[in-house]
Nanobody, 118 residues
Framework: QVQLVESGGGLVQAGGSLRLSCAASGRTFSTLMMGWFRQAPGKEREFVAAISWNGPSTYYADSVKGRFTISRDNAKNTVYLQMNSLKPEDTAVYYC???????????WGQGTQVTVSS
């Protein structure tokens, strides 16, 4: 079992930056793919980024490529999402997830709100 707790969300102006963190508990963290998803009001949850268990492989949605960076520290059981050049359309609840693939996540956090004002 893996438990995930997100932090770092908040209110930021367009063009600004935020760094989300996801602290994981459970002995299998280092073997899991980790990812970030988001859900805006009235929309379905969508994939944002994912990183392989040992870090060298990363995946991004086209909408965030070049602006967001996912990374992980297995020693700290933590995954990060650095978000730069934020846009109002990035406003959403951001969820941390863990699983066996970018579209096969078995564990989910409670989410953290990110609001980007124009």
């Amino acid at each position: 079992q893996v438990q995930l707790v997100e932090s770092g969300g908040g209110l930021v102006q367009a063009g600004g930056s935020l760094r989300l963190s996801c602290a994981a508990s459970g002995r299998t963290f280092s073997t899991l793919m980790m990812g970030w998803f988001r859900q805006a009001p009235g929309k379905e949850r969508e994939f944002v980024a994912a990183i392989s268990w040992n870090g060298p492989s990363t995946y991004y949605a086209d909408s965030v490529k070049g602006r967001f960076t996912i990374s992980r520290d297995n020693a700290k059981n933590t995954v990060y999402l650095q978000m730069n050049s934020l846009k109002p359309e990035d406003t959403a609840v951001y969820y941390c997830a863990a699983g066996t693939g970018p579209l096969n996540m078995q564990y989910w956090g409670q989410g953290t709100q990110v609001t980007v004002s124009s």
